[in-house]
C-alpha cells in the first residue's frame, strides 16, 4: 500500500444540514424531544477525509443565525476548512429521522424548502476563485434534486471544475423525497453527471437517472459491469465507477464493494453486520474512502478495500459523520470487526 503525503485537497458543494433524530427508538408521533446533529452528503465526505488527513474545502449558503454557526462549527471541529461559504437566505435547511429496527423501517423527513441553499441565485459564488486552489472537485445529486435554484449552481460548479481540468468526482445519491419543483431526475442529472470522472453509484439511481437496467436475475457483478458499460456512453470522461451492495442474511446486513477503475474490476468479500447503530451517512463513508485511496494512488483493490471498510465503520457511529482514523481503518481491513477492547 502506497502511504506517501497526498497533495490533494477536494472541494465539495452541498447543503449543510442540520438532523433532528427521535431518540430512545420512538416514532415521531411519540417523541418528546430530539437529538440534534449536523450533517449533509457533501459535509459528510468533508468530515472523514479530513480526519483521514486530505486537505477539504466545504462550499455551502447559509444564513447568518447562530444554527449556521453551530453547523459551521462542527464542521471546523473536524478541520474542514468553511472559509469559502457564503451567506445569505432565511434558514437552515432540517431533516428529521425516526429510526427502525429489524421489524420496521427508518423514517425521513425533510424540511429544507426555502432554505438559504435552496434559494441560491446565479453567480453568488465566484468558482473560478473558490476553485483557484484546489486538485479534486465533489457534489452529489441530492444538490440537484432540493430545487432549480441549486441544481443551477452546482451545473456552474461543475462546469467551473471542468474548465480548469479538475477531476470531479460524484455520487447519484437519488433521494425519493427531494426533486418536488417541477422537473423528472433524467432531466437534470444526466447533464450534471456527463463531465465526472469517478461516481458512486447504485442500480436504482441508475435507472431513473438514464433509464438503463440490467436483469435482476443476474449476479451483482455482472449488472454492475453492464452497468459501467452502459453508463461509459453517458458519461464520456468516466474512469472510476464504484458501488456498495446491501442485502439482509436474517437480522444481519451484508456489506460488500464493487469497483471498476482504469479497465479493471476489482470486488471486497462480503461483510456480515450484525448490529447496525446508523447507517445514515455510510454511503458518505464509503465515499470518502474511496477517495481517499485514489488519492494517495493505492491499488484498485486497495482502494474498495478502504471504501468499503469506511462504509461499514460509519454503521457503528451514532449521527451522519463517520468519526474514524487511517489506523483504526487499517486494522479493519486486516481483522475485520471486532468486539475486544483496544488497551
Known amino acids: 500500500m502506497n502511504t506517501k503525503t497526498s497533495k490533494t485537497r477536494i472541494a465539495t458543494f452541498g447543503e449543510l444540514l442540520l438532523r433532528m433524530n427521535v431518540i430512545d427508538g420512538y416514532r415521531f408521533t411519540q417523541a418528546s424531544e430530539m437529538r440534534v446533529h449536523v450533517g449533509g452528503a457533501e459535509a459528510n465526505v468533508c468530515v472523514l477525509l479530513s480526519q483521514l488527513g486530505i486537505q477539504t474545502d466545504y462550499i455551502t449558503r447559509l444564513p447568518e443565525n447562530d444554527l449556521a454557526q453551530l453547523a459551521i462549527n462542527e464542521l471546523q471541529k473536524y478541520k474542514v476548512n468553511t472559509s469559502k461559504c457564503v451567506y445569505g ?66 451545473r456552474e460548479a461543475i462546469l467551473a471544475a471542468h474548465k480548469k481540468g479538475l477531476p470531479i468526482s460524484s455520487d447519484f445519491n437519488y433521494r425519493s423525497k427531494l426533486w418536488q419543483y417541477g422537473k423528472h431526475p433524467s432531466e437534470i442529472m444526466p447533464d450534471l453527471l456527463q463531465y465526472s ?28 459491469q453492464q452497468t459501467f458499460e452502459l453508463l461509459k456512453i453517458k458519461m464520456p470522461f468516466l ?46 463513508a464509503f465515499t470518502a474512502g474511496l477517495l481517499y485511496g485514489l488519492a494517495h494512488t493505492f491499488s484498485g483493490q486497495e482502494c474498495i478495500d478502504w471504501a468499503t471498510a469506511c462504509g461499514v465503520i460509519k454503521q457503528s457511529i451514532p449521527g451522519d459523520f463517520a468519526i474514524s482514523n487511517p489506523a483504526e481503518i487499517s486494522h479493519f481491513i486486516k481483522n475485520g470487526s471486532s468486539n475486544r477492547i483496544n488497551r
Open 89 to 154: 437566505g432565511e434558514r437552515l435547511g432540517l431533516y428529521f429521522v425516526e429510526a427502525g429496527n429489524q421489524i420496521r423501517q427508518s423514517q425521513v423527513i425533510y424540511d429544507r424548502s426555502n432554505s438559504s441553499f435552496a434559494t441560491i441565485q446565479k453567480d453568488q459564488i465566484n468558482w473560478d476563485l473558490a476553485l483557484a486552489d484546489v486538485t479534486h472537485f465533489h457534489w452529489s445529486g441530492i444538490s440537484p434534486g432540493v430545487s432549480l435554484e441549486a441544481g443551477l449552481a452546482c
Open 197 to 224: 470522472t469517478i461516481t458512486v453509484a447504485d442500480l436504482d439511481a441508475v435507472a431513473i437517472y438514464f433509464g438503463i437496467t440490467t436483469d435482476a436475475k443476474e449476479s451483482d457483478t455482472n449488472r454492475f
Open 239 to 284: 474512469q472510476t465507477l464504484a458501488m456498495s451492495f446491501r442485502k439482509s442474511d436474517g437480522p444481519a446486513h451484508l456489506y460488500k464493494g464493487l469497483l471498476l477503475h482504469e479497465g479493471n474490476f476489482y470486488e471486497t468479500k462480503e461483510q456480515k453486520i450484525h448490529l447496525v447503530t446508523d447507517q445514515i451517512g455510510s454511503g458518505d
